[in-house]
C-alpha cells in the first residue's frame, strides 16, 4: 500500500522510518513545511518527498498520517477524510476543545476509518490490564492510580501552546483509564503547583498536577504528573480490586529508586523519553493503521474516544483554575 505521512518532526521522523519497514507499505509519500526535515527523512527512509500537503493528497495515497503541529490537525483531518482516505492522525483534534468537538461534529457518519494516536492502547502492559479487567480477575476495582511524569519540561514554545498540563500530558492517562477500566469518569477534581520555568505561571499552567476522578460505578482514580521527574520517564497505571491488584510499568526501565534494603531495584537505565517507553507500542499502533486501510479491522481509537478523553482533560483543567470538582455533564456540549 501507499502511505502519506504529514509532518516530520521527532514523533514523525520515528513514524517514517516505522512505516518504511513495514512489509506492507510499498511507497511511503513525505511531507512537512521544513525542507531540511524532508530531505533528511527521505535519505534516510526512500521516501518520496513532496512539497506539500495537498501535493501529498493529489499523489492518491491509500491512507494518510498525521503528526503535523496540532493547530494543523483540523484542516488536515478533515481534507484528508473529503478525500475519502483512512487517517491516522496523532492527538489532539485541536488545540481547543471546542475546535475538536467541531472536527469531530463535520467528521459525523463518516468517521469509521480514522484511528488518533494514543499508544497506551497498544502497550502490552496496558493491554494485559484491560485483558486482567474484562476477565474479572481484579474482581471489583475500587481504586486506580495513574503517572506519567516526564524527566524534563518540553520547550518554552511548547509549552505556551500546549493547553496545559492535563491537555496534553495527562489525557493520555485519561484515555488509558477508559479503554483500560471500561467506565466512564463523571467528575474531576484537580490541583497543581508550579516550580522551575517559569513559562509555567506565564502560561497559566502548572508543572505538577493531580487528578481525582470519580467514575460511573462510583470508583475513584487518581492521575499524577510532572514536568521535572529527573530520574526518568515514569509511565505506570496501579489497579486495586477487591479479588486482587495489579500494576502497569513495573519493569527494569522503571525510573524509580527503592531504598528498602535488599529490594530487587530497577535497571540503572530508567527510560529517559516517551520514545524510550514506549518505542514498540507506536509500532504496533502504525500497524493497526495499515489494517484499517486494508480493511481488516475497525479503528482502535475512534474520534469520540479521543474526544472524550479531551473533555476529561477540560474538566480538570476548568477545575485547577476554579479551584472545585467539575462534573463532566457541566463541559460536554
Known amino acids: 500500500m501507499k502511505i502519506g505521512l504529514i509532518g516530520l518532526g521527532r514523533i514523525g521522523a520515528f513514524h517514517a522510518q516505522t512505516l518504511a519497514d513495514l512489509d506492507v507499505v510499498d511507497e511511503l509519500i513525505v511531507t512537512d513545511a521544513r525542507s531540511g526535515a524532508v530531505a533528511a527523512v527521505a535519505a534516510a527512509t526512500g521516501a518520496t518527498a513532496v512539497a506539500s500537503p495537498g501535493e501529498l493528497l493529489d499523489r492518491k495515497p491509500d491512507g494518510v498520517v498525521i503528526a503535523a503541529a496540532t493547530a ?81 519540561p518540553p520547550t518554552a514554545a511548547y509549552v505556551r501552546t500546549s493547553g496545559g498540563i492535563f491537555r496534553d500530558c495527562a489525557v493520555h492517562d485519561f484515555d488509558a483509564l477508559r479503554w483500560v477500566t471500561g467506565r466512564e469518569v463523571v467528575e474531576v477534581y484537580a490541583t497543581g503547583d508550579v516550580h522551575g520555568d517559569p513559562v509555567f505561571a506565564e502560561s497559566g499552567d502548572v508543572s505538577t498536577g493531580q487528578a481525582i476522578l470519580t467514575l460511573d460505578d462510583g470508583s475513584q482514580a487518581v492521575v499524577s504528573n510532572s514536568r521535572y521527574n529527573r530520574r526518568g520517564y515514569d509511565v505506570r497505571m496501579e489497579l486495586h480490586g477487591d479479588a486482587d491488584s495489579i500494576g502497569v510499568g513495573l519493569d527494569t526501565g522503571l525510573p524509580l529508586r527503592s531504598v528498602e534494603p535488599g529490594a530487587i531495584v530497577p535497571d540503572d537505565r530508567p527510560y529517559e523519553t516517551f520514545m524510550d517507553r514506549f518505542a514498540p507500542a507506536f509500532r504496533a499502533e502504525l500497524t493497526a493503521f495499515t489494517e484499517l486501510v486494508a480493511g481488516t479491522r475497525t479503528s482502535p481509537c475512534t474520534v469520540g474516544d479521543a474526544l472524550a478523553a479531551d473533555w476529561i482533560a477540560e474538566a480538570a483543567t476548568r477545575s485547577l483554575r476554579e479551584h472545585r470538582p467539575v462534573r463532566l455533564d457541566e463541559v460536554v456540549r
Open 72 to 152: 494543523a490537525h483540523p484542516e488536515l483531518l478533515l481534507a484528508a477524510a473529503d478525500a475519502g482516505l483512512p487517517v491516522f492522525c496523532e492527538k489532539p483534534l485541536a488545540t481547543r476543545i471546542e475546535d475538536g468537538a467541531d472536527v469531530a461534529s463535520k467528521l459525523a457518519g463518516r468517521d469509521e476509518r480514522i484511528h488518533i494516536g494514543f499508544p497506551r492502547r497498544f502497550d502490552a502492559g496496558f493491554a494485559a490490564a484491560r485483558a486482567a479487567v474484562r476477565a474479572g480477575e481484579l474482581g471489583r476495582v475500587f481504586t486506580v492510580r495513574a503517572t506519567t511524569l516526564d524527566a524534563a
